[in-house]
């Protein structure tokens, strides 16, 4: 067996070393190609359970998560009696019977008045 580093058979089996590497990096290529990542072009999938729709204005609006629901709440556009639906619930139910709704009005802090 030969040993030198410029051999025809270390050659060899160098060239064949890179023309399996290339076919492999080009199988990877295709498959992450045709692959669906979310938030490449597409929505992310999001937990339902985290998504709320509300009645605002008369008409159905959402999907809003906490954070939006949190800020709706801040600007008065939610308020107790307000009509809230999530996936899992079988009808709209007025905001002060919703729960988590509840909790998202402790935590949500006041707005703030120019006087502070």
């Not at 990877?28 to 985290?50: E, I, Y």
Request: charged share 15%; net charge negative; hydrophobic share 40%.
């Amino acid at each position: 067996m030969n040993t030198n580093f410029y051999s025809m058979d270390k050659l060899v089996e160098f060239g064949m070393s890179v023309a399996v590497a290339g076919q492999m990096m080009s199988a990877m290529n295709q498959s992450l190609n045709q692959m669906q990542m979310p938030g490449a072009g597409k929505a992310m999938p999001v937990n339902p359970d985290n998504f709320y729709y509300a009645v605002i204005d008369g008409s159905q609006s959402g999907p809003y998560s906490l954070a939006e629901m949190s800020r709706l709440i801040a600007e008065k556009k939610i308020v107790k009696e307000t009509y809230i639906w999530k996936p899992g619930m079988s009808q709209w139910e007025l905001a002060e019977n919703v729960g988590e709704v509840l909790r998202l009005v402790a935590i949500t802090p006041p707005p703030v008045h120019s006087s502070c």
